[in-house]
Nanobody, 127 residues
Framework: EVQLVESGGGLVQAGGSLRLSCAASGFTFDGYAIGWFRQAPGKEREGVSCISNSDGSTYYADSVKGRFTISSDKAKNTVYLQMNSLKPEDTAVYSC????????????????????WGKGTLVTVSS
């Protein structure tokens, strides 16, 4: 069974940092793209970042460029999202996703081929 489990969320003051983890089980994610998404209360889900385990390329939403860094540890089957300089507007439930038809990040809509989703982890940034 394919499972994605996020962890690392919490409460942090503006300007602080958090590192989120997305641990995959039931498959080896080598070769597939993994995306991070977030959904704030009352807002639609949006793509935050993506990493391709096929070519190592990364992709970021404009709102997080320069502040967030995505990385992948294939040995641990885990993808990380390092979030620095956090802002109150970063407050949201963060989820990771992947799919067996999604190998690359660019050239597609954020959620194209993302068939498997974790339940998410809450990030709250206080002002």
């Amino acid at each position: 069974e394919v499972q994605l489990v996020e962890s690392g969320g919490g409460l942090v003051q503006a300007g602080g940092s958090l590192r989120l983890s997305c641990a995959a089980s039931g498959f080896t994610f080598d070769g597939y793209a993994i995306g991070w998404f977030r959904q704030a209360p009352g807002k639609e889900r949006e793509g935050v970042s993506c990493i391709s385990n096929s070519d190592g390329s990364t992709y970021y939403a404009d709102s997080v460029k320069g502040r967030f860094t995505i990385s992948s540890d294939k040995a641990k089957n885990t993808v990380y999202l390092q979030m620095n300089s956090l802002k109150p507007e970063d407050t949201a439930v963060y989820s990771c996703a992947t799919g067996f038809s999604r190998y690359y990040c660019s050239g597609y809509t954020w959620d194209y081929g993302m068939d498997y989703w974790g339940k998410g982890t809450l990030v709250t940034v206080s002002s």
